[in-house]
């Protein structure tokens, strides 16, 4: 404000005051009436006076609007005399002077085309500044910092668009910076000039439409179209087709495949498709004929046959005769016959490469060296190869001659007999039949003697006999059967005496006296045993279950110490990691009576039994449940003689008896007397009185004349419902309780 101006305000002031006293001297007016004469006065000043004076006036802040937009207004008017100055100093003072919106709006403004215009006349002079430094300052500073903000207000907007944005987008046409534009289009998707600037960019993208780089770019731009201003770019189409034309140059110039691909990938509705998809099946085309790729070979025949393109047939050619030379040297690799048959069918009318006559020739020298190898070789393999190769052979008949005879002395020499007979079937009239036939004899005669001898039985004979009533081997097999009849009367006729005798002693002479019966032979040993099994399973049940019709009589006690010392040798001591136990061998061999409860947790490989001075590794026979009675069998490797047994229902009460035992290496024994038995469900129990006979060591209760009737069972695996209250008293279990658990161990598995 210059100071002429301001004298004039001040003058003013002081003649509004003077009329302001003499108003008050007459009288005091509203502030309606103040606020009139206020406006019409035109003064800022009286506005504002106006406003402090009454600031409860609901016009106070009218007022105020009407004082800022008098000031505002002068100061545009001012603005007029310096805004076509070139010096920003001039406007930014201004501004510092008037800071009202519009103001400071068109002063920034005309800085920002002084900045222009020194950056476009390329001014040495220019000061530095931000906005005029290149043109990437310039767009960064007028575009992209708060250093001219977009107005809230429709006038000013329109102004800051018009003025501004013409600046920017010509600013952006000199940078090489797609970033840039991207930017402003962001920043700015609402703006009036946005096809404009869209219009420069797509010169920028057109410029470029041979690079891949700027097809990205193209692409981010039509994006920015569909998210920000929710329309296609009304350009789309023909950008598009300036890339796919620009693009199509390059790759047709770079001639790969990825090129190639990539185009097709990328435009894949491309104009210029068909002349792509075209130059890259050449160069497939010629890669597969370099790998000797058949199946792509092929494959570029049937898709370009039709193709009346010239480059298109050239390839076609090339393609057919590549894979015709590639068929060929598969045929000849391969050297079959059939092979080579196959590829002359398939070129017979269509020999492109001249090979038909190799091919026969090729054919005609497997067929000479097949025939040849397979009349020096004479095996039927050879002939049947050879006419399987050749069916249509002028040799056939004289072939299917040689492979017949070949047949049947290879079967024979195999000594197959089902072939032969395959062959007498197939061939009923050949000249090898009688040979065959008699060869078929021998083998069946061999076979059925072989079966006859190792079951030994007659069947296999009478087998052999009605299939060749009256054949060569026909008297033999006749007198074989006669002989193996003979043998199996003679055998069990010894075997049933020596069961009725209940002597497997006599049997087993009887094996020793034939060695060339047949029986004897292949059933002998096992029928001994057998035969043994049986004896002594009923031997023990007779023992364990017979009454005498007398009374039994005590042995004298002389005869009674000889037999305890005799049962020394069958009394054994079965040791285990958890403790030793008595047992005595019984009924068969190696079988030794023992109580169970030092078994149950033994470890394997741990029981051990010493019996006649010697120590013997034992294995569990049979071993009782936890819950069932206090028995175990071990078997031992050996013979060793059984204690006999006797019936426990024989005892009275008050008869003595003697207990039997082994402790450490010494076998002992001591008297007691029978106080009677006991049952519990299907058990028996001998209830023994005897201050010497020391139960927890088990062993085995013997009667007046020295036979087993009992086992000692240790008083904590005794019934409880069996024990009495006399410390004296001892406990055995009755054998005839033991005698099903013994007979299956006899018998066997």
């Known amino acids: 404000m210059t100071r002429q101006m301001r004298i004039l305000m001040q003058v003013r002031w002081v003649g509004f005051s003077l009329l302001l006293v003499a108003a008050a001297c007459q009288h005091i007016p509203s502030d309606g009436e103040v606020f009139r004469r206020s406006v019409q006065s035109g003064s800022p000043a009286a506005l504002e006076r106006f ?4 600031p409860n006036s609901p016009r106070a802040t009218e007022a105020r609007q009407r004082a800022a937009a008098i000031e505002e207004a002068k100061a545009l008017d001012l603005f007029q005399s310096v805004q076509r100055t070139t010096k920003a100093s001039i406007l930014e003072r201004f501004m510092a002077d008037y800071p009202f919106p519009k103001v400071i709006l068109l002063a920034k403004l005309r800085i920002a085309e002084i900045d222009f215009q020194d950056m476009a006349t390329k001014s040495p002079f220019r000061p530095s500044r931000p906005g005029n430094s290149s043109w990437e300052a310039f767009v960064s500073h007028y575009a992209f910092t708060n250093y001219i903000p977009v107005p809230q207000d429709p ?9 501004l944005h013409p600046l920017i987008i010509q600013a952006l046409s000199q940078v090489d910076s797609f970033d840039l534009w991207m930017g402003y289009f962001s920043e700015y998707s609402e703006n009036p000039y946005f096809t404009q600037a869209g219009e420069e960019l797509e010169k920028f993208l057109m410029a470029r439409s041979n690079k891949w780089q700027a097809y990205d770019m193209l692409k981010a731009y039509l994006g920015l179209w569909e998210e920000k201003v929710k329309r296609p770019c009304p350009n ?9 034309e620009g693009l199509a140059e390059v790759v047709e110039r770079e001639d790969t495949m990825d090129q190639y691909r990539h185009y097709l990938e990328t435009f894949p509705d491309s104009i210029v498709k068909q002349r792509i998809t075209r130059k890259m099946d050449h160069l497939i085309l010629l890669d597969a004929c370099v790998r000797r790729d058949r199946a792509k070979i092929r494959e570029y025949i049937q898709k370009y046959e039709k193709d009346k393109e010239p480059q298109a047939q050239a390839d076609v050619r090339t393609a057919v005769n590549q894979a015709e030379q590639l068929d060929f040297k598969d045929a000849v690799t391969t050297g079959t016959p059939s092979a080579l048959r196959d590829f002359i069918a398939r070129y017979k009318d269509r020999d492109y490469a001249k090979l038909i006559n190799e091919a026969n020739g090729r054919l005609q020298k497997i067929h000479d060296q097949m025939l040849l190898k397979a009349k020096a070789g004479g095996k039927p393999d050879l002939y049947r190869e050879f006419l399987e190769a050749f069916p249509e052979t002028p040799q056939k008949a004289e072939v299917e001659r040689d492979l017949e005879e070949t047949e049947f002395r290879a079967a ?29 004899e021998d083998q069946d005669f061999k076979e059925d003697k072989a079966r006859a001898l190792d079951e ?4 296999p004979l009478k087998h052999f006999l009605d ?25 069990m006729e010894a075997l049933e005496k020596a069961r009725e005798a209940r002597n497997a002693s006599q049997f087993g002479a009887f094996l020793i006296e034939q060695p060339n019966n047949h029986y004897v032979v292949r059933r002998g040993q096992k029928d001994l045993d057998s035969l043994r099994r049986e004896l002594a399973i009923k031997q023990l049940v007779f023992d364990l279950t017979t009454t005498p019709t007398a009374p039994s009589k005590a042995l004298v006690p002389i005869a009674l110490m000889r037999a305890l010392s005799e049962y020394e040798k069958a009394v054994a001591l079965i040791e285990t990691n958890v403790g030793t136990a008595t047992g005595f ?40 449940e936890p819950d069932g009675l206090d028995l175990a069998v071990v078997r031992i490797d050996g013979t060793y003689d059984p204690i006999p047994l006797g019936n426990s229902s024989t005892l009275t009460p008050g008869e003595e008896v ?32 005897s201050v010497r006979i020391p139960s927890k060591f088990g062993g085995v209760v013997l009667n007046q004349r020295a036979r087993a009737v009992g086992l000692l069972i240790p008083p904590d695996y005794v019934d409880p419902t069996v024990r009495e209250k006399s410390s004296e008293c001892v406990y055995a279990i009755s054998l005839r309780s033991a005698s099903s658990v013994m007979e299956r161990v006899i018998a066997g598995p």
Do not use: C
Request: without cysteine; hydrophobic residues 40%.
């Open 51 to 54: 406003a402090n004076m009454y």
């Open 155 to 163: 006038e000013l907007r329109k102004i800051y668009y018009n003025k």
């Open 236 to 244: 789309r189409d023909k950008l598009l087709r300036t890339f796919q």
């Open 412 to 440: 024979i020499a195999r000594n197959d007999r089902e072939s032969l007979v395959n062959l007498l079937t197939r061939y009923p009239n050949s000249r090898m039949r009688q040979n065959a036939l008699e060869f078929i």
């Open 456 to 459: 030994p039985s007659t069947v």
């Open 467 to 491: 299939n060749h009533p009256k054949g060569r081997r026909t008297g033999e097999a006749h007198d074989l059967r006669v002989k193996i009849s003979q043998s199996h009367a003679a055998y």
């Open 585 to 624: 061998a019984f009924g068969s061999e190696g079988l030794l009576l023992t109580n169970a409860h030092i078994l149950r947790a033994a470890a394997p490989g741990k029981i051990m039994a010493r019996i006649g001075g010697k120590n013997q590794a034992g294995k569990i026979a049979y071993l009782a």
């Open 658 to 689: 003697v207990g039997l035992w082994i402790q450490g290496s010494k076998v002992d024994n001591a008297k007691g007397t029978y106080l009677g038995t006991r049952r519990v469900g299907q058990n028996e129990w001998l209830v023994l009185q």
